[in-house]
């Protein structure tokens, strides 16, 4: 609730010309949204980017917002974008096989099998793969993500749990 | 079917999201379901390994910091306001609003500021130069007669200069600028949530106007532009006069010379770089960027005054050096523009650009917080930075309002970054909209010297050697509670001090070759 509660104080304070008070909800948020940008691209120098380019996205549509209360949303929306659009940049430079055999690519010091995990969504259709990052990345319960999206709750339902079945396919763990 | 339905519940289950009733039925379900069971255990598995996952990627810890660092470098949008009261004009800053709003020159010293403000010279200066046209087209409705005399485009504005005469009774009127101008032809894409169309600033002045409109995309254009509304004052009431003048008016535009530069400014830790000078007939544009050199929550807020000598000639900025004033569109973040008398027809080779006074945004790492008491009569007295802050004549009606005194100016800081929160709860529901007009405002040099506002900015050239600063006596607030606020019972609000603005006074300079 405390994030909700700030984030429509934001888009005033912006055209005020004062950026702090976005900065501190970064902040207090910073690990959903990092959580959620790492799920698509896999290293820190790119999340920052993320970061870097949603925030000056973000000021230069200020105005566009039409409802501070969907601040939120918006912001998120604005992410999202900006982490397809250098993971799209990324595919355009980087041959395929590289991207795929991921070792070299992320920098997780976990085991082989997040490392499928994360390669496996990545190959799932945006449609189910940004649900999945929002609700179990980003902990967004259900009806957040709905708001989130502006898309009816039960295509959010219907589509998480479309999303993991494909996930779970595509890994090869289907008992 | 049923089997289907319970799978939908999968999630919700999992989260622990489920009425008892739901949950119930979905257990009795599974147990005399082996593949939805088989289903929910896979499902559960996955998930778990995904939150594992998940909770593996931790935040670096110097991460916000360079979020931080960089994001600091970015400057916020400049965000135009339709309409202004007056007393706004005050801000040095918020010059720019009187761009946006038709002016009425009514008293003095105001008047006579804005007689410096006004764009006239520039463009007959530029027709007498042989550049744009003399037109003298006039359209004549409800006995009020409207004359397009001069019209001057190149590739940062377009400018249109008309006069108005009631030839009933000779009062003085000026053309509305919310609804009161129509352009039939867009060459650009409008601002949202702006009246910006196609014209980004009106400037009226006994009976006179010029119009400022986007550079035309192409070189030559025939607009159709239309007033349709004009207004008039008497006293504090304003007259609104409908009616149709429409001329179609022929444009040429004249292109500027644009040169690549690369001159660097560092003082102290701050580094400005000035990358193009654009010099049209019109005015002289120069483009540059600013960084702070990695100072923390602080940075550059505005290039104040800065000029460009050549030939032994100042050019001055536009409008008292606000950079942000230009005469169209908004300004980029990393990029910013900055508008100077015109040097086209003085053609020169080399110019030399001096920096003397920045303007700097220092944020407090934590925003600092001050509790007002509603029901005092007294006045309430603050200190932020050493420096005194005294609230008085608080009245609670449907909104609040008082006035905010800043006895002394401060060595500290020049202007502060404040805002009003409900006591209890600032959210979304629950919130102030604010107003601040400053009622007094001063210019204080490094003598000690005390200028009024408009005094100061009216012979500004002689005392800005002396480096004067500004400094708000006086703001008058009205807060303005969100619906789902009652103020009736509140017995006290917060001020929250995030920061404030300091003049950095510096002797930069930039010899530059136009090539």
């Known amino acids: 609730m405390e994030d909700k509660m700030d984030a429509s104080m934001i888009p005033k304070s912006i055209k005020e010309g004062n950026i702090q008070v976005l900065l501190v909800w970064i902040d207090t948020n910073k690990q959903k949204f990092y959580r959620m940008s790492w799920a698509y691209l896999k290293n820190n120098t790119d999340v ?125 763990r289907e008992d | 079917m049923e089997c289907d339905d319970i799978r939908l519940k999968f999630i919700d289950y999992l989260d622990n999201n489920l009425t008892a009733e739901d949950e119930k039925k979905l257990i009795d379900h599974i147990k005399g379901c082996e593949e939805c069971r088989k289903e929910l255990e896979s499902l559960k598995k996955l998930v778990n390994e995904i939150n594992e996952n998940a909770e593996n990627i931790s935040v670096p810890e110097d991460f916000m910091d360079n979020i931080r660092q960089r994001a600091l470098k970015i400057d916020p949008p400049v965000i135009k306001k339709k309409k202004a009261p007056f007393k706004i004009l005050l801000i040095a800053a918020a010059i720019l609003i009187m761009s946006m709003a038709t002016v009425f020159a009514t008293k003095n010293p105001m008047s006579e500021l804005f007689k410096l403000m006004n764009p006239e010279p520039r463009i007959t200066n530029t027709v007498n130069n042989g550049v744009g046209k003399r037109l003298n087209i006039s359209k004549t409705d409800k006995n009020i007669k409207i004359t ?54 009106l400037f009226s002045n006994e009976g006179k106007g010029i119009l400022t409109l ?44 644009s040169y690549n530069i690369n001159a660097t400014i560092k003082v102290d830790d701050y580094v400005i770089n000035f990358n193009k000078i654009t010099i049209s007939p019109t005015l002289t544009k120069v483009n540059f960027n600013c960084s702070n050199g990695g100072r923390k929550n602080e940075r550059i807020n505005n290039l104040e005054d800065i000029r460009i000598i050549a030939d032994g000639k100042e050019y001055k900025p536009y409008n008292f050096g606000h950079e942000n004033w230009i005469p169209y569109s908004t300004v980029g973040y990393g990029d910013r523009e900055m508008t100077f008398d015109s040097m086209y027809f003085d053609n020169p080779k080399n110019v030399e650009i001096r920096v003397n006074r920045i303007n700097t945004q220092i944020i407090e790492d934590k925003p600092k917080e001050f509790i007002v008491k509603l029901d ?42 404040i805002a009003f929160w409900p006591f209890n709860e600032h959210s979304p529901e629950k919130y102030f909209s604010s107003a601040g007009n400053y009622n007094e405002a001063y210019f204080i040099d490094k003598d000690n010297n005390k200028y009024g506002y408009y005094d100061a900015l009216l012979i500004w050239d002689k005392i800005r050697t002396k480096n004067p600063v ?46």
């Open chain 1, 48 to 172: 920052e980017d993320v970061f870097h380019n949603t925030i000056i996205k973000v000021f230069e549509n200020i105005n566009k917002l039409k409802n501070d209360q969907a601040f939120e949303g918006w912001f998120i929306s604005i992410m999202l974008n900006e982490c397809r659009k250098i993971l799209r940049d990324k595919r355009r430079v980087q041959p395929s096989e590289y991207i795929e055999s991921g070792n070299t690519v992320c920098g997780l010091e976990d085991s082989a099998e997040s490392l499928d995990l994360m390669d496996g969504l990545n190959n799932i259709h945006e449609e189910y793969r940004e649900l999945i990052i929002l609700k179990y990345y980003s902990g967004y319960s259900q009806k957040e993500i709905a708001e989130i999206l502006n898309m009816p709750l039960g295509t959010v339902k219907t589509k998480i749990y479309r999303g993991l079945r494909i996930l779970r396919d595509i890994l090869g």
């Open chain 2, 470 to 515: 500004l400094y708000i006596a006086n703001t008058s607030y009205k807060l303005h509670p969100s619906d789902g606020l009652d103020i009736k019972h509140e017995k006290f609000i917060r001020m929250i001090i995030d920061g404030y603005n300091k003049t950095v006074f510096v002797n930069g300079s930039a010899k530059i070759k136009l090539r």
């Open chain 2, 148 to 201: 397009i005399t001069d019209v001057v485009a190149d590739d940062i504005q377009t400018l249109i200069s008309y006069k108005i005469e009631d030839l009933n009774n000779g009062k003085e009127y000026s053309v509305k600028y919310d609804g009161g101008i129509i352009i039939k032809e867009k060459w650009v894409k409008q601002i949202e949530d702006t009246n910006i169309e196609m014209y980004t600033s």
């Open chain 2, 376 to 417: 005092e009569a007294n006045p309430q007295e603050f200190e932020y930075l050493g420096t005194k802050l005294v609230i008085n004549d608080i009245k609670v009606s449907d909104n609040i309002a008082f006035n905010l005194n800043q006895p002394i100016n401060s060595s500290k800081f020049e202007t502060l970054s």
């Open chain 2, 214 to 257: 986007f550079p035309i995309d192409t070189d030559n254009k025939t607009i159709n532009l239309a007033f349709t509304k004009l207004e008039t004052k008497t006293g504090d009431t304003t007259e609104v006069i409908d009616g149709n003048w429409n001329f179609q008016i022929p444009i040429k535009k004249y292109q500027g010379k």
